[in-house]
């Protein structure tokens, strides 16, 4: 079973969907999913050096409403075993070369976009800054000297970057969106109930990829 997860990785509700998506998988261990992870910017046009993490917020929601709006993220992270740690975050990175990274790990995707999630959700590490990078990537399995050599260069973006168009032209506006099959699309970070009847309907050969 394929599942195509549209994400970034500075979307609080990606990580939060990354670990509902694993408990509904968990319900269903026979299934053998090839999960392959999908590049959405919530910030395309951001700077590749981000930019002060409070001015993005007042920019975002205004400088009295980004507290509520975080509370309520961090309660429901809280649910999953998630302990979010918005207040070490002090720059929002451009998320660029963190999806070409992702792009170029074949099969440790997944182990990337965790570590990601971990380094900039938990411990507040910048995700844009090349050397803090390639650390992140040689905890998921990455040589350094590699990782450090392309992310130095320019390999993938243009490649991201039209990913990201796609999803957008597909109608996808805002992420986790989760694409099974190439045909069934579940929409925000749903919980695990959410997914288990589609897994059975895929699973039982009542939907077949094109």
Not at 99 to 128: C, K, M, P
Not at 154 to 176: K, L, N
Not at 187 to 209: C, H, I, K, M, R
Request: glycine share 8%; with cysteine; proline share 5%.
């Amino acid at each position: 079973m394929l599942i195509e997860i549209f994400s970034d990785v500075i979307c609080p509700w990606c990580f939060i969907g990354r670990r509902r998506l694993a408990r509904a998988l968990e319900t269903r261990p026979g299934l053998n999913p090839v999960i392959r992870w999908r590049a959405f910017q919530l910030n395309p046009g951001m700077p590749l050096e981000g930019m002060d993490r409070q001015d993005y917020l007042a920019l975002k929601f205004g400088a009295e409403r980004s507290g509520p709006v975080y509370e309520r993220i961090r309660e429901t992270g809280r649910s999953e075993g998630i302990d979010f740690r918005f207040e070490s975050i002090e720059r929002t990175p451009s998320t660029l070369a963190a999806h070409r990274l992702i792009r170029e790990s074949g099969e440790r995707q997944t182990e990337v976009v965790d570590a990601l999630f971990d380094a900039y959700f938990l411990n507040g590490e910048n995700i844009g800054d090349t050397q803090q990078l390639a650390d992140i990537a040689s905890r998921a399995g990455w040589d350094r000297k590699e990782a450090e050599k392309f992310l130095t260069s320019e390999t993938a973006a243009s490649q991201v970057r039209q990913e990201d168009a796609q999803a957008r032209a597909m109608g996808i506006q805002g992420v986790p969106c989760f694409v099974v099959e190439k045909r069934y699309a579940i929409s925000g970070a749903q919980d695990p109930e959410y997914f288990v009847p589609l897994f059975d309907l895929v699973q039982n050969g009542e939907a077949t990829v094109d």
